[in-house]
């Protein structure tokens, strides 16, 4: 779009509002993302919705701005779109949905008071109505899209209608996604399309990120251009698809950005105690190089009492040291003598530093529930994988992580069904998939494909590599309107 320039150009910088949907799992790309543009010359506010306050104002160069949820949206303006939002009984998304409505100008009109001049919108693919608080606001708008290009393509395919939902759940069904040039099998598609009802709501909230994604100025993806580079030209030639990824801390990327650290991404909706991280350095400076199985399941999924138990099982018969992060409500789901059984062995935290760990000498796999962030972190990072997806995405970064990037090895399930695709993967084939990664031939040839990865992600974020080009080229673009 051309911004229109009624008040004349402005004598501060370029200034761009990030908005990340209030999850971890988006944050932590999007929070990584502002710092690239920061250290491009452009100033940068990342404003959170959030109920509980924040562990930080200011990032680097990047400015937190935190939003409490309104208790009066009485006066929010309606749309004729409100209730194909895809969000369904979300009120939490509801809510945020009005709250930014609400407070959005407020938040421009504070910054252009400091001197600066708002000139952009990049917000979350699942906020895709912000494309017109952006228009309303006479600001570009930048869609982000945090899954996969691949995962992209297969939720745009169903919203046009080129991806259906088999009828009848066979694990020989084969489902074809344009621009991915390869038959997947039904199993491999993301969990709602096996399991459309959990949660519910799934599909609406998914595909509704394809309403008006072909209207957006921009639309970045947190990928790399080598790691999905034919769906990437698909969707590049449709929608303007523009990788910019890995979106991990630079530290782990051979370079530094201001406002990054050692140890995290710098901003958690938890609340992380600095003790818990030290304990964990200590005992993996313990433990003898690439001998440390480190198991999490992410940060927002439930998993079943009887996965856990089936995972302890196969961590305490394999016998090679882990770390295992286990959050505190899922904690009464291991078994009752596990802890005093293994405590020679492994380690049970409730949260530590998972870019720490993927990049200390001792991990030698990530036994993971194959979520989009945790795999570009291992990847990036040179750390074979054994997947075990258990929703959403998870199931289709895990066919790509084993067959098409050989960069682990994804477990099988209890009947090999796909009907059963939630059902428990027992200890004996996570233990056989384990000791395979960590000592087996197969393993070997992963941790050949792992490091090769790790160099073309290191690639494509140095400067003048391909997602560094395609973030110089948006900057370029915003300090033109600026001027």
């Known amino acids: 779009m051309k911004l229109e320039h009624e008040q004349g150009a402005r004598a501060g910088n370029p200034h761009v509002l990030v908005l990340p949907c209030p999850a971890q799992g988006h944050l932590n790309p999007a929070l990584q993302f502002s710092k690239l543009l920061a250290s491009k010359g452009l100033n940068v506010t990342l404003v959170i919705v959030t109920a509980t306050e924040l562990n930080s104002s200011q990032l680097g160069s990047v400015q937190v701005k935190q939003l409490s949820y309104s208790d009066s949206t009485d006066n929010c303006e309606a749309e004729e779109d409100e209730e194909q939002d895809g969000y369904g009984n979300c009120d939490l998304l509801k809510q945020y949905r009005k709250t930014l409505k609400m407070k959005l100008p407020g938040v421009v009109s504070e910054v252009e008071a400091g001197g600066d001049r708002v000139v952009c919108l990049v917000y979350d693919?699942?906020?895709?109505w912000c494309l017109g608080v952006a228009r309303k606001?006479?600001?570009?708008?930048?869609?982000?899209f945090t899954q996969s290009c691949s995962v992209d393509a297969i939720f745009c395919g169903f919203r046009e209608g080129r991806v259906r939902i088999p009828v009848a759940v066979d694990e020989r069904n084969e489902v074809f996604v344009e621009g991915m040039g390869r038959m997947l099998q039904l199993h491999?598609?993301?969990?709602f399309f096996f399991e459309p009802d959990d949660p519910p709501g799934s599909f609406d909230l998914l595909s509704a990120q394809f309403t008006n994604v072909g209207l957006a100025d921009w639309v970045f993806c947190?990928?790399?251009?080598?790691?999905?580079?034919?769906v990437l030209e698909y969707m590049?030639?449709?929608?303007k698809f523009k990788p910019v990824g890995p979106t991990i801390p630079?530290?782990?990327?051979?370079?530094?950005?201001a406002g990054d650290t050692a140890h995290d991404y710098g901003l958690s909706y938890f609340k992380p105690k600095p003790e818990a991280n030290s304990y964990v350095e200590e005992w993996l400076d313990s433990k003898e190089q690439g001998s440390v199985v480190y198991v999490s399941f992410g940060s927002l999924i439930t998993v079943s009492g009887e996965q856990i138990e089936e995972v302890a099982a196969a961590l305490k018969t394999i016998g090679y040291p882990f770390l295992w992060v286990v959050r505190e409500s899922e904690e009464c789901k291991l078994p009752r003598e596990f802890l005093s059984e293994t405590s020679q062995n492994g380690v049970v935290v409730r949260w530590c530093s998972q870019l720490e760990v993927l990049a200390h000498r001792s991990t030698g796999c990530f036994l993971t529930h194959c979520g989009w962030n945790s795999t570009m972190e291992a990847m990036s990072l040179g750390v074979p994988m054994v997947g075990v997806p258990q929703v959403s995405d998870q199931t289709t970064n895990a066919k790509f992580i084993t067959d098409v990037w050989k960069v682990g090895v994804r477990v099988k399930r209890r009947g090999q069904k796909v009907a059963a695709e939630k059902s428990v993967v027992e200890r004996e084939e996570i233990g056989a998939a384990v000791i395979e990664v960590m000592e087996g031939e197969m393993g070997k040839s992963i941790r050949r494909n792992v490091e090769k990865w790790k160099g073309i992600a290191r690639a494509a974020a140095a400067d003048g590599g391909s997602s560094d080009k395609n973030i110089e080229e948006f900057v370029a673009e915003l300090k033109v309107y600026n001027a």
């Not at 990928?223 to 580079?229: A, P, Q, R, V």
């Not at 590049?236 to 929608?239: K, L, V």
């Open 236 to 239: 590049g030639s449709r929608f």
């Open 250 to 257: 630079s530290i782990y990327l051979g370079k530094q950005l």
């Open 222 to 230: 947190n990928t790399f251009t080598t790691l999905e580079e034919e």
């Open 188 to 191: 491999d598609l993301p969990s």
């Open 125 to 128: 693919s699942l906020l895709w």
């Open 137 to 144: 606001l006479n600001l570009v708008g930048a869609a982000f």
